[in-house]
C-alpha cells in the first residue's frame, strides 16, 4: 500500500469514527429529557397555564414532535454545517463560545505546546548525555519539580511575586490588547511557564530514558569514529530514534494542552479559555454548549489520532503501511 | 385557611404568647427551670425523668432569641429537644448527654456546606460540633457544589403538587414550583437532612415579598416544607390591606415574633459584605443602598478622569435586560441603563426615569422626565414604549419575562405623552420598595416585530438588547464590548440624561466622573484579591478571614455594608430529610427551637466571621423598621 492510499484509508476512517460519535451522541440526547421542554413547563405552571399543553407547544417549536429520523438527519446536517445551536448561558451562538474560548486557549497553548517539544526531548537528551553527573540531577530535579507542583498551587505563588509583589505581570487578562504584542507576551509569560513546568517531566523523562538506549549504540559509534559532531551525532542518531515513542506521549500531550490541564490556569490567571467554557457549560447544564465542545474535542482527538499515525509513519521508516 | 391553634402545636403552652408577656412582665418572660433550679411558673407539670427538669418550666417570650444569653446551651437545647420527644409519636430520648433514636442508637444526620468556601466549611463544623456538646447529635459534615445541590437536593425539577392536613385544615398545592414542589411526601430526588448552602433574602425594605417563604404552608417557595403553625396568610393579608406605615408594622411585627418562635430556618447570622475600595475612591458608604449616587463618584479629583474598574466571581449569563435575573449581571446593565429609580443613603425613593406617587396605594402614578433618549432610531422615551412593554411583554403568557410576575394583575393605563397609571388589584404602600414596578426603558419598535410574530428565541437573542445598543443617554456609560468570558468594557456616555435633573447630589451634573468603566470575570478569589491591592481594580469583595490584613493595608480601604441576605440552618421537613430514624423531629417546632438553642451565635460570629456579623433571630435584620421590639 503506498503512502496516498494509507492516508486516504485513514482520512475515511476518521471520517466513519466521527460518524459513529456524532450518532451514539444523538441517541443519548433524544433519550435524556428536553431541559427547555421542562421549563416551559414550569413556566405555565407558575403562571397557572396547562404545563402539558405547554411542554407539547415547546416540543413542536424545537421540532421534538418528528420522527426520530428526521431530527437526525438534522442533527447530522447541523453538525457537520457547524450550526451547534445557541448558547442559552451566555447568550451566544456555540461556535462562536468555542471559537471565541479556542481563541485565547490557543494564545497560551500553542507556545506551551512548542516549548514542551522543543524543551522536554532536549533536556531528557541532554540528561541522557551527562548521565549521573550534576547536570542530569539538575534538569532531573527542574523536571520533577514542575511535574509534581500542582499548576494552580504554582499560579497563584507566581501571581503573587511577580504580579501583587513585584508588579512586573498584571493581575487581571486583558482580552483587549493584540495577539503579537508586547504586553500580551508578559500577560502570558507566567501561565505559559507553569504549564510548562507541569508537563515537561513526563517528556523528559521518556526521552531521558529512550535516548539513554541508543547512545551506545553500534550506530552511534559508528558515527563517532566517522569524526561526528557531538550536536550533529545526537540531533541526527539519538533525537530522531528517541521521537518514535515519544511521538504517541505528544499527541496525546496535544489534546490534552486543550482541556484538562489548563482548567486551573484559566481559573487562576482569568483567562476565558476552552477549558473554562467546557467547565461552566457542565456546571449550568447549557446543553448545546456541552455537546458544542464535546464534539469539538472528539474531532480534535480523531484529527490528533490521525496525525499521529501520519507522524509514526513518517518518523520511522522500518513502519509500513501494510497490514494496517 | 390554617388557623392559629396553640392546643396542637405546643402541648405545654396553653395561652397565647402575648398573655405570657402580660402576665409575666417583659424581662420575666424567660425562665430557665434547667439553669436557675427554680420551678416553673406557667408549666402543666414536668414529667421530671431521668434527672432532667423536663420541658414544661422552660417559657419562651413573644419574641424569642435563640441561641443567646439564657436561650442558648445544654440545658435549655435539652428541655426544648425533650418537648419534641413528648410531640413525637417515636420513642426518641436521651441516654445521659447522647440523643438516640427508638433502637437505642445516636441520632446521625448530615450537613451539607458550600464547597470550596471556607466560611461556609467551618460553619458547617462549628454547627456539627454544637450540635454534638449541646444536644448529644452526631453531625456528618459534607462538601457540596451550590449548582448541584439547589437541582438535586433543594428542589425537585417535576413538581407534582398535592394535598396535605395542615392545622387540621385541607391544603392544596395547586401551583407547585421547583421550590415548593408539593406537600411534605413530595421531595427532591436526592435525601438530605441539614443545609447551609444557601441563605436567603429577607427583604427589610419590603417585607411584604417575604410572603414567598411563609404565606401558608404552599407558598412559591419552600424547599424545607415548613408548614406554619400560626395563621401566616391572615397576618400576610393583613399586611397587604394595610394603608398606613402603623398597620403594617404591626401585622409585621407578629408575623416576625412568629417566625423567630417557629424557626422555619434556623436563623443564624446577617453577615456584612466586606468590600474593599480603592483608597483614593469617593463615594462608597457602609449602607444598604451603598452605590445609589455611583454617578456622582470619583477618584482624587472630583473632575472626569481614569476608569472605575471592579471584578466579579461570576460571568453573566446575559445583558438582555427583558430576561436577566442575575444580580451580578443587572450591575453590568444598570452601567448602561438606569433602572427606574432607586434608594438613597435614607432608604428615600429616588426618581431616575420616572417618579411614582399614589394616594391610596392603589391607583399610582408614573410621570416619566422628558429628556430621556434612546438611541437612533428610536428616539425619546414616551409613556407608550413602558405600556407596550408592560402589556405586550410583561403580561404576555408567550414571553416568559423576568418581570412577568411583577405585573400580574396590574391594570397600567397611558394617561399622557410622559405619564402612565397603574392600578393595583389591591392597595399597597410598598409597592415601590419591592421593586415590581421597576422597568428598564425598552423600545417599542425594537420589541414590536418580535412581539407580532411571538418569538421568545427571537427576543431572547436578539442582538441590540444584548449588547445594549439601544440605550441612548439612559446609562452613566455605553457598553463597548462584553466578552462572554471576560467581562465587560465601557466609555463614559456624554449624553446621560442625569446631568439635567434637579434631584441628587451637584456631582451629578458632570456625572459620572470616570472616562471609562469595566467588570472583570475573576473567579479565582486570590486573583480578584491580587487586583484590588495592586490598584487594577477599584473594588473587590473581601472574605471575612482576610479582613484584618485588609484594613491594615494602606491600598486599600475596606467597608462593611450590610445585606439583607442571611446565613441559616434549614433543616428539611419532607419525607426525606431525617435519616436518623422514624419521622421527623424537624417537623415539630420544640425540636427547630431546640436546634437553634444549642448553636451560640456569638461564638460563631465570633469564632468564624471575626466579628463581622450581626445575629439573627427573625426574618428581618435588626436595622429594619419592622423589626420586633426585643424583650430586653
Redesign the interface.
Known sequence: MGFGRYLSARVLWAGVVSLIIVTVTFLMLAAAPNPAVRQAATQAALQGGDPAAAAERARELRGLNEPLHVRYFDFIQSVYTLDWGWSVSRSQPVMEAVTQALYYTAQYSIPWTILTIILGPLVGVYSAANMYSWKDHAATGFAFFGYAIPNFFFGIILLLVFGVWLEWIPITYNTGVPVFSVENAIQLAIPVFVLVTGSIGAVMRVSRNESAEFQNADFMKTAKAKGVSPLRAYAYHVMRPTLVPLSTTLVGQLLALFLGASLLVEVVFAIPGLGRLTYEALIAQDTNLVLGTTLFFTFVAVIGNLIEDLVFTVLDPRISYDDR | MSRRDIEDRDDSRHVDRRQWLSALGLAGAVTLAGCSGNGGDGGDGSDGGDGSDGGESLTLPDFPEFGVDDLYGRDVAHTLAERAFEESEYDYSFDGDTMVNPDGDQVEINIYHSAGQETSQLTADFIAQELGQNLGISVTVEAI?G?RFN?EYWTQ???EGGTDTVNGEEVTWE????QNPGPRSVTSNESWDMSIVFGLNTYPLNPLTNSVFFDGANPFYNPVGYYPQFDAQELFSQARQATSTDELREAFVEIFENLAYEQPYITLLFSDDIVGYNPDLEGPIENFSNGWDLPAWYEGESNVSGSYDT?TSA?F????PLFNTENGAGEAIERALDPAYTFDEEQEYFPLLYDMSTEDGEVWTFDIRENLQFSEPYGQVTAEDFIYLVQELHQA?WA?TAA??SW?GVTVEQTGEFQFQATLESSNILWPKTYDPTLYPIPKDLVQPYVEEEDV?GL??DEEL?ELQFAGNLGPFELT?W????GT?YVRNDEYYLRDIDEGPDLFSEGPLFEEASI?????Q??RL??L??G??DSAAIPPEQYESYNQNDNVTVRQVPTPYNTILSVNQRANGWNAGPGNLFQLVPFRQALAAAISKQDLIDGVYRGLASPHFTWQPRWSEFYPVSDE
Open positions: 457544589d449548582t437541582n425539577p417535576e413538581p401551583n407547585p414550583t421547583p471584578v460571568r449569563t446575559t445583558l438582555n403568557d416568559p412577568s410576575s400580574d428565541e431572547q437573542q444584548l464590548e466578552n462572554r468570558g471576560s468594557e472583570s470575570v475573576v473567579q479565582e486570590a486573583s491580587g487586583a491591592e495592586t487594577e481594580a
